[in-house]
């Protein structure tokens, strides 16, 4: 058993103690209710730097606490942002966990020296492999594939076939996607050098410039319903931004989720893109044993259904079921890349993107 296990231990039983001292001081004595204080106080805090700010997240916060006493403090910001205030912090950071919504963006907090080895049989158990760094660095937690969403109106599906195809004259000023200065658009050009090579991956990134509706503004909702507008037939986004439309509370927002068809490209050749949220834990984290028992917490069951239902994410977990939203689109064959791919192959995607004039 390595430490973390046997902090595991310590934690587990301190949250059942603490549980045990709230059920008998139901209506109890003023002694009881300074016991229960103190077990919550001794269960500690858990200070996460986050990219992701959905209400799925903080019901997840909200569960972990309930469960085990840790209290949760979040900084949200932009990936890129985060890490630069992690190595401005560098060891005085409070930080305990970065989370992020790119695979690309995991890798670079590694190669800063952010992140200490995650050990974990949990983990190990629940999550799939080509969802971990090889170092075990950063854990990914949820899939989201980067698919081919069109205009049910003026577009046949049997028209669509990979993203390669996107390059062609019949898509010339169809295609609505985000600024190369996007996490997502740098991975999928990642995967693409990965599997295509230098010269394969330029082509398509030229013929996509060549063939936008206009120039690149927005995030990936913005495109969607750029497309629901008429102004392009095609947009290139993660299928959990559909998921939510569709899901919306906002009849507006369920009629452009409603009237876009999503398509998986490359199920004949190399797969779909995915892609992943992720996290790791910081190197000078003074709550890692925390940081560790929330990740497997993420890791299990209960947590992977809410990223599912809630949130439109694929499970990392195979045990766990995608939503009803996400199985009407069917299942699909995904790229069969390690995702530290996407990070390794970064610098170059970027310098290819610049290259083409992708705005």
Known sequence: MNLFKKKLGLLAATAAIGSMVLAGCTGG?????????????????????????????????KIFEQETGVKINVVEGKGDELIERLKREGKDTEADLLVTADAGMLHKAKTEGLFQSI?????????????????????????RARVIVYDKNSVDPSELSTYE??????????????SSENIYNQSIMASFLELNGEEAAKNWASGIVSNMAREPQGGDTDQVKAVAAGEGKIAVANTYYVGKLINSSDPEEVKVG???????????????????????????SKNAENALAFLE???????????????????????????????AWGEFKEQDINLAILGERNSEAVKIMNEVGWK
């Open 297 to 327: 917490f993420l890791s299990g069951e209960k947590a992977q259904r809410l990223f599912a239902d809630s949130n439109s994410e694929y499970p990392g977990n195979p045990s766990v079921e995608p939503s009803e939203t996400l199985k």
């Open 165 to 178: 195809d996107l390059a062609s004259e019949k898509w010339k000023n169809e295609i609505l996607i985000r």
């Open 258 to 284: 409603e009237s876009v068809g999503v398509f998986f490209p490359n199920q004949e050749t190399t797969g779909t893109h995915v892609n992943v949220t992720g996290a790791g834990i910081i190197k000078t």
């Open 119 to 143: 050990e974990s049989e949990t983990i190990e158990k629940n999550i799939e492999e080509k969802l971990l760094d090889p170092d075990r660095e950063w854990v990914g937690l949820t899939k």
């Open 29 to 61: 004595s003023g002694s009881e209710s300074e016991s229960s204080s103190t077990e919550k106080k001794e269960a500690g805090v858990l200070n996460i730097y986050s990219s992701r700010h959905y209400d799925t997240d903080q019901e997840l916060y």
